[in-house]
């Protein structure tokens, strides 16, 4: 039985739960997807402190006031792991399970995921020491050594994090300078418990009875090998389009980002892009929520004209 919508949200992190909000109050028949937790990102950071009106919360409550918020005027929240979208005036959603949604207007925002190192014994101590959440997994090392890779926003915030629990923070970056903002790193380079290995590039996880024991690193000017003592490795390398289901539309960049307008239109009319998923400069939960309610205006003056 195919389950009919005015507007279908795939992905529930603060982009799709800002057009759910938009979207329902403007009395659509909403429904948002989603195959994890909602929240998105938000879930898995500690402390977010540029939600404009609160200096300082942490990522899984906002998340949480984001969902109640976004189910408050009637949209619906439904488990759907979306495997392909079949374009037409109506919108067919199909999921993995075989149910399939439909709608005139579909909002993507199904956000990023975590780029692996692709190096030896990452996959298999992932959760034995390797974690791609410093905030879900950060306090089982309590008092012991933990390395993070990754000079971005992401590696600097969580480390900082992280020296809540860790005898001490490696932050091992590529180049000799952060990518993070100035502010995070002013935080990193104060912090007693943290060191900073710069222009050094992982190269193998060390296991030690079935958990992570350390690190190879290579010097990226003469290939030089160190090995690092460290109980856990928090890769924060960077992370890639969730847009697998969508690539027959052609409406994504050739890194797999959604392009969109002003609008958060695509080029298939009645499909729109919201959030980290689509090709844009700034990543943060408030561009997110900026283009969840763009999108969900428009899909309300298409659907209403
Ligand atoms: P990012 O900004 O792309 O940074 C990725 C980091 O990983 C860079 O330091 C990069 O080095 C390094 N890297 C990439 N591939 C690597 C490899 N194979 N080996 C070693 N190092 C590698 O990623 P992000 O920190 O996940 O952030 C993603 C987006 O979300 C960004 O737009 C960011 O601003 C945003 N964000 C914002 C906040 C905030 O504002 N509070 C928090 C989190 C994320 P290079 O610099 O040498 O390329």
Redesign the pocket.
């Known amino acids: 039985m195919d389950l009919q919508y005015d507007v279908i949200i795939i992905g529930a992190g603060p982009a799709g739960m800002t057009a759910a909000v938009y979207a329902s109050r403007a009395g659509l028949k909403t429904a948002m997807l989603e195959k994890a937790a909602p929240g998105g990102k938000m879930i898995k950071t500690f402390e977010i402190q540029?939600w404009p009106g609160i200096k300082e919360i942490n990522g899984a409550d906002l998340a949480y006031q984001m969902f109640e918020h976004s189910t408050h005027f009637g949209a619906e929240y439904l488990y759907g792991d979306v495997e392909k979208i079949i374009d037409g005036p109506i919108k067919q959603v199909v999921c993995a399970d075989g149910q399939i949604y439909t709608a005139p207007a579909v909002i993507i925002a199904t956000g990023t995921r975590e780029?692996l190192?692709g190096i030896p014994n990452e996959k298999e101590l992932t959760g034995k020491g390797v974690s791609y959440c410093a905030v879900c997994d950060g306090s089982f090392f309590r008092d012991q050594p933990v390395t993070v890779?990754?000079?971005?926003?992401?590696?600097l915030?969580e480390s900082l994090y992280l020296t809540q629990f860790a005898s001490e923070v490696h932050i091992v970056?590529?180049?000799d300078v952060?990518?993070a903002?100035p502010i995070i790193q002013q935080a990193i380079e104060q912090n007693p418990k943290i060191d900073i290995i710069r222009s050094h590039?992982p190269v193998e996880i060390l296991e030690q009875e079935g958990k992570v024991g350390g690190i190879v690193l290579k010097n990226v000017h003469d290939g030089q090998r160190m090995k690092l003592e460290t109980k856990a490795v928090f890769p924060?390398?960077?992370?890639d389009p969730c847009t697998e289901f969508a690539q027959d539309l052609g409406i994504l960049d050739e890194r797999g980002y959604i392009l969109v307008n002003n609008n958060m239109e695509t080029a298939r009319a009645g499909i729109y892009g919201v959030g980290d998923v689509t090709a844009k400069t700034?990543?943060?939960v408030v561009t997110a929520a900026n283009d969840g309610a763009i999108a969900a205006q428009q899909a309300f003056h298409q659907i209403k004209q």
Request: proline share 0%; aromatic share 8%.
């Open positions: 540029n780029r190192l890779i990754g000079g971005g926003n992401s590696a915030e970056i590529r180049r952060f990518r903002e590039v924060y390398i960077g992370a700034l990543r943060q």
